[in-house]
């Protein structure tokens, strides 16, 4: 790998640590990296595509909030995809073949997988290059190949790799016990009732109920605020005996999307299946969390894992938007009096078109709410896509760098609380906040609603769920 490439950044002198390898996983040879790169050859059309089709244009780059952040050439989208892109044309295309360098073909260099792991850890996964490549390429489809070989050799990162473990030996991310999660529940069914008087039920392992509400852990345990919002729709439509969670599995989150690892995905995904079948339910009801739902609606269900389902998949923000358009929920926007914006979170803004349904909820339930521009489809990455947010390692890296973007944006609304609907852009844009120093709260899209929502004519007497 050519200094150039390798150089550091240039802006903010901000140095990516180096990963190092899992002992539990022997070490690729080099003939095992050039055959999976190989297997391209055979794979997804749409890879062997981009393997082909880009035109070193540079449009992504101007695109992409890594590259924004800092422009070193090691952070363009196109040098990080060339690192696959250069072998499978040396072994793929008869250009590269014939013709070699001259094409931009070259062998695997011994010892240069280490490196890798920098820079597909650099890229947030996004998608944003995709919405704006004249031949629409998707760089994040190339980065996950390359996570999946690194994957596969044992150079995942340390924090991410503990995730998947420790989600597919409890089935969260927190690790928490059903015991846990039960004290975690009670505590919000007495939250409710300090603010409205009433008991205001979260069913735990009902039977037989029509939806199955499955958000990511941090709606829970640590952001709850969401969850006490869906309980409050629930309620407030005189269906809280129609739906439930689970103390075993209540945590979306799979992060073996962000590894590359589609065994872990679908290891992580099917005990929710199993639960849903157990259960009963009708409606698998997916929480704020975009690549859960992505997971479950755009990649496991028309992909049949599992066959043919015996309930529907839809996320909650759908629900509860048309149960507010119908005039079915109504709202003290008084409640919740200061500026708000919304950030798009990548996987609902570009891989599940759910865009307008969290603006008619912060609508309905707000008095100021702002847009960021650009939004929906082409909105900015937080910087923590990717399952990076959850790498603390590389906070300088996302804070000064691949959340500079987002940064910029939010500032410009005057907002005081931004909401989103996922837990990983929830823990980077607290963080970003707190580095910047800004007086702006981060918090999900139902929360919002739980502050204003009528419950028997009146909101909520306001209480804080701060430990």
């Given at each position: ?5 390798m150089q550091?950044g240039t802006?903010?002198g901000?140095?990516f640590?180096k990963m ?14 050039i055959?999976a790169?190989?297997?391209i ?7 062997k ?7 070193r244009c ?11 952040g800092?422009?070193a050439?090691k952070y363009n989208?196109v040098e ?16 590269g073949?014939l013709?070699?360098?001259?094409v931009?073909?070259?062998?695997y ?5 280490e490196e890798?792991?920098e820079?597909f ?5 996004c998608r944003?290059?995709?919405s ?17 070989i690194?994957d596969?050799?044992?150079i ?5 790799s ?7 030996d ?9 015991e846990?999660f039960r ?6 069914e007495e939250?409710?009732?300090?603010e409205h008087g009433i ?15 499955v958000?990511?852990?941090?709606d ?6 969401a ?6 729709v629930f309620?407030v ?10 103390s075993?599995y ?6 073996g999307l962000f590894?590359g690892s589609?065994?872990?995905?679908k290891?992580?995904n099917?005990?929710y299946?199993?639960e ?6 009708k ?11 992505r997971i ?9 894992w599992w ?14 938007a ?12 008084s ?16 891989s599940c ?9 912060l609508?309905?339930?707000c ?12 909105n900015?990455c937080?910087?923590?896509?990717g399952?990076?947010s959850?790498m603390?390692d590389i ?5 000064n ?7 910029e944006?939010?500032?410009?609304t005057?907002?005081?609380?931004v909401?989103?609907a ?10 970003l ?11 999900g899209v139902?929360?919002?609603l739980?502050?204003a929502?009528?419950v028997?004519g009146?909101?909520a007497?306001?209480?804080s769920y701060e430990?």
């Amino acid at each position: 790998m050519s200094e150039e490439t390798m150089q550091s950044g240039t802006n903010s002198g901000t140095t990516f640590p180096k990963m190092t390898r899992e002992t539990q996983k022997a070490p690729l040879d080099p003939e095992s990296i050039i055959k999976a790169i190989r297997a391209i050859d055979d794979g997804p059309k749409v890879l062997k595509l981009y393997m082909e089709m880009c035109a070193r244009c540079g449009t992504c780059a101007a695109q992409c909030p890594v590259y924004f952040g800092d422009s070193a050439r090691k952070y363009n989208p196109v040098e990080r995809s060339d690192l696959i892109r250069s072998i499978y044309k040396k072994y793929c295309t008869t250009s590269g073949k014939l013709l070699g360098g001259l094409v931009g073909a070259r062998d695997y260099r011994e010892g240069e997988l280490e490196e890798w792991a920098e820079h597909f850890y650099t890229c947030t996964g996004c998608r944003r290059c995709a919405s704006f490549c004249p031949m629409g390429i998707d760089n994040s489809v190339i980065t996950r190949k390359g996570r999946a070989i690194l994957d596969a050799a044992g150079i995942t990162p340390e924090t991410m790799s503990k995730v998947v473990q420790i989600s597919l030996d409890t089935g969260n991310t927190d690790g928490a016990t059903p015991e846990a999660f039960r004290a975690a529940i009670d505590f919000l069914e007495e939250e409710m009732k300090d603010e409205h008087g009433i008991d205001i039920k979260i069913p735990v392992d009902c039977e037989g109920v029509e939806y199955f509400y499955v958000p990511p852990s941090g709606d829970v345990l640590v952001n709850p605020e969401a969850t006490t919002g869906v309980a409050k729709v629930f309620f407030v439509l005189g269906m809280q005996d129609k739906w439930t969670m689970s103390s075993r599995y209540f945590d979306g989150a799979n992060y073996g999307l962000f590894t590359g690892s589609d065994a872990d995905m679908k290891a992580d995904n099917k005990p929710y299946i199993e639960e849903a079948k157990r259960l009963g339910c009708k409606v698998l009801f997916m929480g704020e969390c975009g690549h859960a739902y992505r997971i479950m609606k755009m990649i496991m269900e028309p992909a049949k894992w599992w066959g043919d389902l015996p309930f529907k998949i839809i996320n909650c923000m759908e629900f509860t938007a048309e149960k507010i358009k119908s005039g079915k929920l109504q709202f003290d926007k008084s409640k919740n009096p200061q500026p708000v914006t919304y950030h798009d979170p990548c996987n609902f803004g570009r891989s599940c078109n759910i865009v307008d349904e969290p603006r008619i909820i912060l609508e309905a339930s707000c008095q100021d709410f702002r847009e960021m521009f650009p939004n929906r489809g082409e909105n900015w990455c937080c910087g923590g896509g990717g399952g990076l947010s959850a790498m603390d390692d590389i906070i300088d890296f996302r804070m000064n760098i691949a959340g500079k973007k987002k940064m910029e944006q939010i500032r410009a609304t005057g907002a005081k609380y931004v909401a989103a609907a996922c837990s990983n852009c929830k823990r980077q844009l607290s963080q970003l906040m707190e580095h910047y120093k800004e007086d702006i709260a981060v918090g999900g899209v139902h929360d919002m609603l739980s502050r204003a929502i009528l419950v028997n004519g009146k909101a909520a007497d306001r209480v804080s769920y701060e430990a």
